[in-house]
C-alpha cells in the first residue's frame, strides 16, 4: 500500500519564478493537508483541501500562493513569483476522512524547495 | 490558542539506556496528542497517539507515551534506545472538530554507540 506521494523531492527556482508541487494521498484518502516547515521549525499548517474544495487556506499566504485538489490527479501547491523566504520543506499529509484525532494524518516524504 | 513546547532541542542517550523526549501542550478542550518522526531528507512517520482510554499508549518500534493530563504533558519514551533511533522527534496536538495539527518545534535525538 502507498503511501503519500510527493514530487519532486528536491526543487530550486530562481526568485521570481513559478513552482508546483504534487501531492498523492494515500489509496482511499480524500482529504489533504499541506504544511511548510521553515529550517529549524516545526510544521505550520497551510491548507486544507477534499477532492475539489478548500476547506481551509488560513495558513497559506494571501498571495502569491493557492492549492488545488482536482477530481483527477494529484493535489497541487503553486508558488508563483517565488522569493527567497519560500524556500523550506513543503509536507503533504492525507487522512481517509476529516482529521480530527481518530483519523490521523499520514505525511509524504515532502519536498525542498530552495530559491536562489 | 492551541501549542505545544518541546523544551529540549536536542537529546543524547547511550544505546541500551532508557530514553524520554519531553512534550507538553495548552489546548483547549480535550487533546489528541501525536508522535511523528523524522529521518534526514525524509518525511514524517507517524508512531503514536492518544485519543483517549489508557494513558499509556504503545507504538511502533518499542516506543510508547505517557499522557498525563494534570501535567498537559505527553512525553515519548522507549526502555532501550538504539543508535537507529537516532532522529527529529515532533510531537503534536489537535483537538475533536479540528484538523490542524498544531506541531512543537521538533527534538533531535542522538544515541550514542
Known amino acids: 500500500n502507498a503511501g503519500v506521494m510527493q514530487n519532486p523531492r528536491h526543487l530550486v527556482r530562481r526568485r521570481g519564478q513559478e513552482a508546483r508541487l504534487r501531492c498523492s494521498p494515500m489509496?482511499?484518502?480524500?482529504?489533504v493537508y499541506w504544511y511548510r516547515q521553515l529550517p529549524e521549525e516545526g510544521l505550520k499548517f497551510m491548507v486544507y483541501?477534499?477532492?475539489?474544495?478548500?476547506?481551509?487556506e488560513s495558513g497559506m499566504p494571501k498571495e502569491r500562493f493557492s492549492a488545488e485538489f482536482p477530481k483527477e490527479g494529484p493535489s497541487i501547491l503553486r508558488i508563483q513569483q517565488v522569493v527567497r523566504g519560500d524556500s523550506a520543506a513543503y509536507f503533504c499529509?492525507?487522512?481517509?476522512?476529516?482529521?480530527?484525532?481518530?483519523?490521523?494524518?499520514?505525511f509524504g516524504p515532502g519536498t525542498r524547495l530552495t530559491v536562489l | 490558542a492551541q501549542s505545544v513546547a518541546q523544551p529540549e532541542d536536542q537529546v543524547n542517550v547511550a544505546e541500551g539506556n532508557p530514553l524520554t523526549v519531553k512534550c507538553t501542550y495548552s489546548?483547549?478542550?480535550?487533546?489528541?496528542l501525536f508522535w511523528y518522526v523524522q529521518y534526514p531528507n525524509r518525511g514524517l512517520q507517524f508512531l503514536l497517539k492518544?485519543?483517549?482510554?489508557?494513558?499509556l499508549v504503545k507504538g511502533s518500534y518499542g516506543f510508547e507515551a505517557e499522557f498525563n493530563k494534570s501535567q498537559t504533558s505527553f512525553h515519548l519514551k522507549k526502555p532501550s534506545a538504539l543508535v537507529s533511533d537516532s532522529a527529529l522527534y515532533f510531537c503534536?496536538?489537535?483537538?475533536?472538530?479540528?484538523?490542524?495539527?498544531?506541531f512543537g518545534t521538533g527534538t533531535r535525538l542522538k544515541v550514542l554507540a
Open positions: 499529509a492525507s487522512s481517509r476522512a476529516r482529521s480530527g484525532g481518530t483519523d490521523t494524518q499520514y
Open positions: 489509496k482511499g484518502h480524500s482529504h
Open positions: 483541501l477534499q477532492k475539489e474544495n478548500i476547506i481551509d
Open positions: 489546548v483547549s478542550g480535550n487533546p489528541y
Open positions: 492518544y485519543i483517549t482510554g489508557d494513558n
Open positions: 503534536a496536538v489537535t483537538t475533536s472538530g479540528t484538523y490542524k495539527y498544531i
